[in-house]
């Protein structure tokens, strides 16, 4: 198998990217395709030799160490947008990483950018054995139970590395992270078909990142079918600041935006507070606060382990830049008061056995908000339940009902309190400790939880955890605006061709300057 990785995420037009890598045959063969509503080969590459190089034990923190084998130049005529990597070697093996292709600085630039949630892709990635969720190899082949595996998670992620296959390439067919059918009566919860699953191994994490085959390409598939133009960045380019998005009527986070960094977040909100538009069509949106090192090199994501495990965190003086979710207390920064919504407040649905009967459609109450202008939705409409809509993971914030009948905010850590509430849905962070099942879905650390969503733990508050809800909602924010679906599963309904999905979508883009 040819392996290999590149320098950078994202590049100019005119600018080269350069390729390190290792394969037992040589030579190899690149090819360059860019991916949207089609699949189309911008270049081909013969004859690169590569060296059959050794993988250290360390790869996934510290990288391959890898010589140059090739670099290529982005092509002027290149149009901005994910470019999927190939490299074939002889008998028919291959392997594909990719690049974002950013549009040239002197070009119009679209009314639109779509944020690639590149920084999820390497949080996710567990080439070399371990990513920030669990040691992957060793849970697959059996040496490391479930808990064991999570327990072994790393913090240190390398971006010199090459990424797992299923993330970057799944199967064609390969099922998305929702239970399709409501589970029958006496039925486990499982959210794929039993053949497809002896017949690739998938690992539990490789339907949770990327871009090929899931929400990005299904989004920008969708702008393309539409004639809607969009340009791109990654994550890390918000790295530079603010500037980068300066100029675009709206800013599109789509599917998993799940890491963010401090500088990308403060990008982000300068650009809101500025006048910009921020439409979030992702769920689990900035759960998780990260830091880029080593020049770009290292993504740092201690997670749940980083009051104890990051070595900026024991220092009062750099516990700012330390690693946790933001929602932390002593980072006094929780990601509601830019999305509007959390995880903390809304979890799973139709994933396992959370909400695992639920209709996966979003419960309309606000059927006057310009987001449902010409949609003919009215007043307990479900949206979205054949698509399914709702699924994976789902943002929301604490509720109660007004005296108009109507879903209002309720307080929660950092949500606006003028937050417009468009439609709900139940959702859950666990599964019920009364099931039979082995869980898929198990509570993770429900105590921080508790004292991140309602500023103590007990055990009225853990349980409150249990209960929560999917919303949909807009909230104004400086000279700004902010849009959140508040489910990974939005560009799902538009690949479905669901006509409520669609109009929703059009409002929003339309109302922030895109249509």
């Not at 790295?239 to 675009?248: I, K, P, Q, S």
Request: some cysteine; glycine content about 10%; charged content about 25%.
């Amino acid at each position: 198998m040819p392996w290999f990785y590149t320098d950078r995420e994202s590049a100019f037009p005119g600018e080269q990217v350069v390729l390190f890598g290792s394969s037992e045959v040589s030579p190899c063969r690149l090819r360059v395709h860019r991916v949207g509503a089609e699949r189309v080969c911008v270049a081909t590459f013969e004859v690169i030799d590569l060296p059959n190089a050794p993988t250290p034990k360390d790869a996934d923190r510290h990288g391959c160490g890898w010589p140059e084998v090739f670099r290529f130049e982005i092509g002027e005529d290149w149009k901005t947008g994910y470019y999927d990597l190939e490299l074939s070697a002889p008998g028919g093996t291959s392997s594909h990483h990719f690049v974002c292709v950013k549009r040239a600085p002197s070009a119009p630039r679209a009314k639109a950018v779509m944020v690639l949630n590149t920084n999820t892709y390497q949080a996710y990635n567990y080439w070399g054995g371990a990513n920030s969720y669990a040691h992957v190899d060793k849970l697959m082949s059996g040496e490391l139970s479930p808990e064991d595996a999570r327990d072994a998670a790393i913090g240190t992620l390398s971006r010199l590395r090459p990424y797992a296959q299923n993330l970057m390439a799944p199967p064609d067919d390969a099922p998305r992270l929702v239970n399709p059918q409501p589970r029958a009566k006496g039925e486990p919860g499982i959210p794929f078909d039993l053949q497809w699953f002896a017949q690739h191994r998938p690992s539990p994490y490789d339907g949770s990142a990327g871009f090929v085959g899931k929400w990005e390409q299904a989004f920008a598939t969708w702008c393309e079918a539409n004639g809607i133009e969009l340009d791109y960045l990654t994550d890390h380019d918000l790295e530079a600041g603010v500037d980068l998005l300066r100029g675009y009527p709206a800013v599109l986070l789509v599917g998993h935006s799940e890491y963010w960094s401090q500088n990308e977040r403060e990008a982000i909100e300068a650009y809101v507070d500025a006048g910009g538009h921020l439409a979030i069509f992702s769920g689990n949106t900035a759960y998780w606060k990260v830091r880029w090192e080593d020049e770009g090199r290292t993504l740092i994501a201690h997670k749940w382990k980083g009051e104890t495990e990051d070595p900026l965190w024991a220092d009062v003086a750099t516990r700012q830049e330390a690693t946790h979710l933001w929602s932390h207390p002593e980072f006094a920064r929780p990601e509601a008061e830019i999305t509007g919504l959390s995880f903390i407040y809304g979890g799973y649905h139709r994933l396992g056995l959370c909400v695992a009967r639920g209709t996966s459609a979003y419960t309309v109450y606000d059927d006057q908000h310009w987001a449902l202008a010409d949609t003919d939705l009215y007043y307990g409409d479900a949206v979205g339940g054949d698509v399914p809509l709702l699924g994976y993971e789902n943002d929301g914030c604490l509720l109660r009902f007004d005296e108009r009948g109507l879903p209002v905010v309720a307080g929660g850590v950092g949500v606006p309190p003028d937050l417009s509430i468009i439609a709900i849905a139940p959702a859950t962070l666990a599964e019920s400790d009364r099931s039979p099942y082995p869980p898929i879905i198990p509570p993770e650390q429900p105590g921080m939880l508790a004292r991140c969503a309602f500023g103590e733990d007990s055990e009225a508050n853990r349980e409150r955890l249990m209960r929560g809800h999917a919303v949909m909602a807009s909230f104004t924010r400086g000279d700004g605006e902010v849009f959140n679906a508040g489910t990974t599963e939005w560009a799902h309904g538009l690949a479905a061709g669901d006509p409520f999905v669609d109009q929703i979508t059009r409002n929003v883009l339309r109302r922030f300057g895109v249509i």
